[in-house]
């Protein structure tokens, strides 16, 4: 069974920082797609981070562009995503998915984890 569990989420001041994980059980990391997504109250959800499995190419959403960073350890089973200089509209559950190929473009992704809580606030 395909499992993804997201943590390392908290309650952090702007411009602070976080480490989320998201670990992978049931399937192979160096083959899918693993893309980091989050949902603010109110709002639809929304792609934040991608990296491909094949070439290890990422993508960003241009919200967080030269703030976040995501990174995989194949040998952890696990794909991280470093936020840096946190603000108050980063606030969200954020959650990992893998997708259904090793290219993020066309990913399909529809295994999720649980979603973690990122609160940015003073």
């Known amino acids: 069974q395909v499992q993804l569990v997201e943590s390392g989420g908290g309650l952090v001041q702007p411009g602070g920082s976080l480490r989320l994980s998201c670990a992978a059980s049931?399937?192979?990391?160096?083959?899918?797609?693993i893309g980091w997504f989050r949902q603010a109250p109110g709002k639809e959800r929304e792609g934040v981070s991608c990296?491909?499995?094949?070439?290890?190419?990422?993508y960003y959403a241009d919200s967080v562009k030269g703030r976040f960073t995501i990174s995989r350890d194949n040998a952890k089973n696990t794909v991280y995503l470093h936020m840096n200089t946190l603000k108050p509209e980063d606030t969200a559950i954020y959650y990992c998915?893998?997708?259904?190929?090793?290219?993020?473009?066309?990913?399909?992704?529809?295994?999720w984890g649980q979603g973690t809580q990122v609160t940015v606030s003073s």
């Open positions: 049931g399937f192979t990391l160096d083959y899918y797609a």
């Open positions: 990296i491909n499995s094949s070439d290890g190419s990422t």
């Open positions: 998915a893998r997708g259904g190929s090793s290219w993020c473009g066309g990913a399909d992704f529809g295994s």
